[in-house]
Structures are given as C-alpha cells and as structure tokens.
C-alpha cells in the first residue's frame, strides 16, 4: 500500500522516498526582502557536449531546468525529479490563467501554492499512484500580502519562510541564512547573500552560469506591476563578476 502510517503518525514509504530523492537534488534558495524575492538554484545536468544555445537566446532566459515562470506575478523553483516538475508546472500555469480568465485578476500566490498542494496530497492517498517526488519553492506578489515566499514538499504540505533552502546541503544553507538574514534586507543585499550562500553550498567549486539559475521578482517602478527576471547565462556571469564569485 502507498499509505502506511508509523507509531509517530508519518507517512511511511512513497513520501519519505520521494522527500529523500530531493534531499539529493540540487539546491534551491530563496530569499524574501522587502522590495522583492530572489531565487537561485544549482543545475545538475551540465556537460561538454550538452547544446546550451537555445537557453542562451530563449524565452525568458534560463534553461527551464530548475526556475520556472508560472505566471506574470509567480516564479518557481523545483528540486527532485525534473519530469514530475514539469508536469505540476503545466497544471500550475493552468490554474492560474483559469483564474485570470474568471476574476480578471493574477491568483493570489497562497491560492496557487494551495492548489498544487491539494494536487500533490491526492498522490499519496490512494493506493496504485506514487507522490510526486519533488519540491517547490514559489516566489510571487499580490496585493494582498505583497511580496512572499513558500516552500511545498510531496505530502502536500506548505508553508511560508523569509528565507529557505531545499535540495543537497539544505541543512548548512539554512544555518547560514539564519545568521545573515535580516528583517529590512533589501534585493540588492538579498541577491548578495543568496550568491553567498550558494558559493559555500554547491558541490561545484566554481560558480558559473552553466551550473547556476537566477530570478528576481520586483515590482515595475512605473506600472506598480510584479516583473519576473529570469537571468540569461551571460547576465548570471555578469552578476558573478560583480560580487567577486566568478571563476578566475
């Protein structure tokens, strides 16, 4: 059976699976300030031969391995198995847009976490299905709480952080966001300590754009608008040179 509970009231063997199998993806930070969200995430599939060339000039930049755009005022950062993201992340934009089409106005962050939660619980209560084995991080605006940050895992269980890490090396990232994060951080000062952290975090010892994904979420200055950037490989090495990470 896919549900059998322990003495202590856990979900015994598909979630605990899945919750290790991300324990051994790659990391995913994000980290909430006032005037905006950063998130950044380490890609695993890198290799000489891999063609990076459409992430080089496609879309809204990134190679949509780890940082997804799920709608105007969410972006998403997954760690587990890729496949599984990517199916959540098409039933994601879809849920948003549905409520776009109906109210006229973005989904309330906390709504679209929620639905996706209620998506993921479903898969570990019946037998013959499996969890899925990833988490999610989402960053977005709505007017109602401004600016938030939320982490869900395969039970379907959320929750709201000012800053958190999930994948390898959660465990050291957490330590040291909790003895840097500060209440009044800005993006600026968040995009530095996020670069930080996953300098001292990743397997790598260099940090690069071929192993590294970054978004900032802002508001438009002249439309009051949320503005999703997701980094081109070139802008990520750029912000690298800035504050003095790059490889030499």
């Avoid at 009231?9 to 905006?36: F, N, P, Q």
């Avoid at 760690?79 to 989904?107: C, K, M, P, W």
């Avoid at 790598?204 to 503005?227: I, Y």
Wanted: include cysteine.
């Amino acid at each position: 059976r896919t549900t059998i509970f322990s003495p202590e009231g856990t979900c015994w063997r598909s979630v605990e699976y899945a919750m290790e199998a991300i324990s051994h993806a790659g990391t995913v930070l994000g980290v909430l300030a006032k005037d905006g969200v950063v998130l950044a995430a380490e890609k695993k599939v890198t290799g000489k031969l891999l063609d990076m060339s459409g992430a080089k000039e496609g879309g809204y930049g990134g190679s949509g391995e780890k940082i997804f755009l799920l709608n105007s005022n969410v972006i998403a950062g997954v760690a587990g198995i890729t496949a599984d993201a990517n199916s959540l992340v098409n039933y994601a934009r879809t849920a948003a847009q549905r409520h776009l089409f109906t109210y006229n106005e973005d989904i309330p962050v906390e709504m679209l976490a929620q639905r996706l939660c209620d998506m993921k619980q479903g898969y570990t209560q019946f037998g013959g299905l499996r969890p899925f084995g990833v988490s999610l991080l989402y960053a977005g605006y709505d007017p109602h709480y401004e600016f938030q940050l939320y982490h869900s895992d395969p039970s379907g269980n959320y929750s709201g952080w000012k800053a958190t890490c999930i994948g390898a090396n959660n465990g050291t990232a957490q330590s040291l966001l909790k003895q840097e994060y500060k209440d009044e951080i800005t993006v600026e000062e968040a995009i530095g300590l996020v670069l930080r952290v996953m300098s001292k975090t990743m397997d790598s010892t260099t940090l690069g754009s071929e192993k590294l994904e970054f978004a900032v979420l802002t508001l438009d200055r002249n439309t009051k608008q949320p503005k999703a950037k997701i980094y081109k490989p070139a802008e990520i090495d750029a912000l690298l040179q800035r504050h003095d990470l790059a490889k030499k």
